[in-house]
């Protein structure tokens, strides 16, 4: 009864408003149809966006990656290329190729092994292997150091490999896992191996450099910390051997079988992103080809999750169709429609570290104390007296670091010789200016360009620190006014205890890299830079970049001048290690399109990535290395000279190389001196010569000395000393030794009796 007067309501209702109810009728069925068709098509056009978003993310997460860890791979590539080859540091000579024990000695390799492992968090283990001697110098990453014979070194896969005349032992990368026993200790760990040998006339390995890199920490710079929606982040060899992978079981397997694996393998893109299913799950798959390595870096994601977002906005758009549908049956007159648009943004995160001063107790003592070795003697007065250690019952410790600035013209100038002179006398001046102040102070030469001051003070207040400032202002005036060379400072935090002296050091350290942005002479507290150290990796301006390499090709000097300043001043705000990673990722886009205009190779070329980074290593300050990155764009861009202007070059090229020629044997000869003779600055003398000749201004000085030493061991019977005088090593004879063998493959002895014994067998033949 009550349904029929309801229906009976609702058909008078109906016909005294039938206008009203069909202009609402019509609104509602307008407004559905439009809602639908305008959801969908929105749903539409964000999930093909999403998909290409998606794919987009993902193959520049893996590009990424992929050009932090090659340009991590490729300097500890050259970098020990070059010391090993090249003979650059004396004390690798002597582990690698002297067979006489000398316990100094070994002391001095230990020490640098320690130097190099510490420099990079990539390195675990460095071996000097030495089969004269029949022994191993190493040093392994918080695990120990020492010398043991061949027999018995801990890994003895290194050694089989080294022995074993039937495997070519190879200077590139390659994976192995090692199983051995130090200190009690099982360990077992996945390396990345580079072994760098001397071989003798039989093939046998005579001498060998072998560097071990961590694979997990590999992992963690290929992820940078986390693989973001990415289920899987590997590096695999280009035959499908696997080289990296966070499920450490994968390692050495290989994935050639595997159809995502070969669809990479086959195809002819440097880089790209393709759907497929792997473990019957529809997955993306984007990989990044590093051509001159062999290697291709992969990053596997699940395609549900990766368009997750796009399947959030669909249930979104649909909440908001039936609103807007309620809506609009009351206010239809009024709404039509509505449009949301999200946006979100991904964050891509990555990562990024003579002469004595002291008596052998001493330096020991405090090498421990900023290393961190703490052990009870540190805390015993009488074993500190007996070291000769000056610091009393103060309870608060700081340390602070002295840089040396321009360590390149240190080297070159009247101190290339005596750089640890010059250390020892930094050293003296600063504890002798923090003396007349009274502080308790140490010092100690720790470091490849700096030094480090050790101050025990009694508080923390303000007044101490801007003491400690005003004293180190002074330490830097008076290390300029007598040794004509500039300190920049780091000073670390006040800690409590000798046991934080090793914080306070690190902290010191991590504030004189600082240097980059605050410039030379620059005195830096780690309290003003701890927050940049703490927050998060600010994200690669991308848009500034694309912004430069177009003016680039455009070859608009102007328009590249503004976006390098433009890129540089987003810089100033990041952190040492974070405008380190930044610009070498500039680099390597500027190496490539650089390379491209100029049409010369980009491993070898003028614009090679070695050399780019060599160069950029070289400088100290962001505003160096913006200046050296504007003469090289704009040495592209601009206009080439005339040929009046090259005649001019090649004619002061011959002119430098005249007066080589006639005082090449001048142990003082340098780029200064030559600089100074032809009038113009050493860094444009550098730069024509090397443009001119193709070879650098100190090689064609090593060039003349060598052929005159090769005339003299022919021709005269001088003793090889007296030889290496003529030529310009008055005292280094053993220097002389190192350059002649990298030159002549041979020390001058055995190359004068090779001379020697092929003039008498010919003179024998002909007699026969």
């Not at 360590?407 to 001046?429: M, R, T």
């Not at 308790?440 to 050790?454: A, L, Q, R, T």
């Not at 991590?510 to 701890?530: H, L, Q, T, W």
Request: net charge neutral; aromatic share 10%; hydrophobic share 40%.
């Amino acid at each position: 009864m009550k349904v029929e007067r309801a229906g009976g309501r609702l058909k008078r209702l109906y016909r005294r408003n039938t206008l009203l109810i069909k202009i609402l009728s019509s609104y509602l069925v307008i407004v559905i149809v439009l809602l639908s068709v305008f959801s969908f098509v929105i749903f539409r056009t964000y999930s093909n966006k999403s998909i290409e978003q998606v794919s987009q993310t993902s193959e520049n997460f893996i590009s990424q990656s992929y050009y932090i860890t090659d340009l991590m791979l490729i300097n500890v590539y050259y970098n020990f290329y070059h010391l090993f080859n090249d003979s650059l540091d004396s004390d690798l000579n002597y582990g690698l190729y002297v067979d006489k024990i000398d316990a100094f000695a070994d002391q001095d390799v230990l020490k640098k092994l320690r130097q190099y492992v510490k420099s990079n968090p990539l390195i675990r283990s460095i071996y000097i292997y030495n089969s004269k001697a029949d022994r191993v110098i190493f040093n392994i990453s918080e695990v120990g150091e020492g010398i043991l014979s061949t027999t018995d070194f801990l890994d003895q896969d290194i050694i089989h490999i080294l022995k074993n005349s039937e495997r070519n032992v190879s200077d590139e990368y390659f994976t192995r896992k090692v199983d051995y026993v130090i200190n009690n200790r099982e360990i077992s760990e996945n390396f990345l191996t580079m072994v760098l040998s001397n071989t003798s006339n039989h093939g046998e390995v005579e001498s060998s450099l072998v560097i071990n890199l961590n694979e997990r920490i590999l992992q963690e710079m290929v992820t940078s910390g986390s693989a973001g929606d990415l289920n899987q982040v590997l590096i695999m060899y280009k035959d499908g051997n696997v080289l990296s992978h966070d499920d450490t079981s994968m390692i050495n397997k290989n994935l050639a079988n595997e159809s995502f694996a070969k669809q990479i393998m086959l195809s002819n893109h440097e880089k790209g992103s393709f759907k497929t299913k792997i473990n019957d799950r529809e997955s993306l798959v984007s990989y990044v080809k590093a051509k001159h390595l062999g290697l291709i870096f992969i990053g596997i994601g699940e395609y549900s999750k990766l368009l997750s977002s796009a399947y959030s906005m669909q249930k979104t758009l649909l909440i908001v169709t039936i609103i807007f549908i309620l809506a609009g049956i009351i206010l239809a007159v009024f709404f039509t429609s509505s449009i949301y648009n999200p946006f979100r943004k991904l964050l891509h995160k990555y990562r990024l570290d003579s002469y004595r001063l002291l008596n052998d107790k001493k330096k020991t003592f405090l090498v421990k104390l900023v290393d961190g070795e703490m052990d009870e003697k540190i805390y015993d007065n009488d074993y500190r007296t007996e070291c000769g250690v000056s610091f009393d019952d103060a309870p608060f410790y700081l340390t602070l670091v002295l840089k040396m600035d321009a360590l390149e013209d240190v080297l070159s100038g009247k101190w290339s010789k005596d750089v640890k002179l010059v250390k020892f006398a930094i050293l003296n001046i600063a504890i002798e200016f923090f003396r007349e102040k009274r502080f308790k102070v140490e010092g100690i030469d720790n470091g490849h360009d700096y030094v480090s001051i050790i101050l025990n003070v009694n508080n923390r207040s303000d007044e101490i620190v801007r003491k400690l400032i005003d004293t180190t202002t002074e330490i830097q005036d008076q290390v300029e006014k007598y040794l004509k060379i500039s300190v920049s400072a780091g000073i670390g935090d006040i800690v409590e205890g000798v046991e934080g002296i090793s914080k306070s050091f690190q902290n010191a350290l991590a504030a004189s890299n600082y240097r980059i942005i605050f410039g030379r002479k620059a005195v830096i507290e780690y309290g003003d830079i701890a927050e940049r150290n703490n927050k998060g990796l600010h994200e690669y301006p991308y848009d500034i970049e694309k912004r430069m390499i177009e003016a680039i090709k455009e070859r608009n000097l102007r328009k590249m001048d503004i976006s390098l300043n433009e890129f540089f001043e987003r810089l100033v705000l990041s952190s040492a290690d974070e405008i380190q990673i930044t610009v070498l990722q500039l680099a390597v886009l500027l190496t490539r399109t650089l390379s491209g205009i100029a049409k010369t190779s980009i491993e070898n070329g003028e614009y090679s990535i070695k050399v780019l980074i060599a160069e950029i290593q070289a400088c100290e300050t962001l505003e160096e290395i913006k200046t050296y990155l504007y003469s090289l764009c704009s040495k592209v861009i601009e206009t080439k000279g005339n040929d009046a202007k090259e005649n001019v070059k090649t004619i002061m090229a011959n002119k430098i190389k005249d007066y080589v020629g006639k005082h090449y044997d001048n142990m003082n000869i340098s780029t200064d001196t030559v600089a100074k003779h032809v009038e113009l600055s050493p860094n444009y003398v550098r730069s024509i010569f090397k443009e001119i000749t193709g070879i650098s201004l100190s090689d064609y000085i090593t060039q003349c000395r060598m052929s005159e030493a090769q005339r003299l061991l022919i021709e005269t019977d001088d003793p090889v000393s007296r030889i290496a005088e003529l030529v310009g090593y008055p005292e280094n004879s053993k220097h002389f030794f190192t350059v002649f063998k990298k030159h002549f493959g041979k020390t001058p002895e055995n190359y004068r009796m090779s001379i020697h014994d092929n003039g008498s067998q010919s003179k024998r033949i002909s007699n026969e």
